[in-house]
């Protein structure tokens, strides 16, 4: 099983900006599709973005579409998760996953997850 670990959480103002990282320091991320996901107490997990083994394709959920970008740093190990232009309701725990290859929406078919990093957008 891949160990994630994220970082790079914060408590930051509308409008502003964030990099989270999820990296491993036992395996080569570039085999796999990270995906960033992220989940608020009492609502469903949602898919955020997503970047495939080849970084040939990557996904964005219309809810943060234009602001926030994924990209993967191959020397470095990490996958970056760039978001701009907070809003409140992207207050969130943050979690990246692992699965072979493809990309997916759905976090069932993800197989190993970090702990999470939490993101608090508040004036």
């Known amino acids: 099983q891949v160990q994630l670990v994220e970082s790079g959480g914060d408590l930051v103002q509308p409008g502003g900006s964030l990099r989270l990282s999820c990296t491993s320091s036992?395996?080569?991320?570039?085999?796999?599709?990270i995906g960033w996901f992220r989940q608020v107490p009492g609502k469903e997990r949602e898919v955020i973005s997503c970047?495939?083994?080849?970084?040939?394709?990557?996904y964005y959920a219309d809810s943060v579409k234009g602001r926030f970008t994924i990209s993967r740093d191959s020397a470095k190990n990490t996958v970056f998760l760039q978001m701009n232009i907070l809003k409140p309701e992207d207050t969130a725990l943050y979690s990246c996953?692992?699965?072979?290859?493809?990309?997916?929406?759905?976090?069932?078919?993800?197989?190993?997850w970090g702990q999470g990093t939490q993101v608090t957008v508040s004036s």
């Open positions: 996953a692992a699965r072979f290859y493809h990309c997916s929406i759905y976090g069932t078919d993800f197989g190993s």
């Open positions: 036992g395996f080569t991320l570039n085999n796999f599709a």
């Open positions: 970047i495939s083994s080849s970084d040939s394709t990557s």
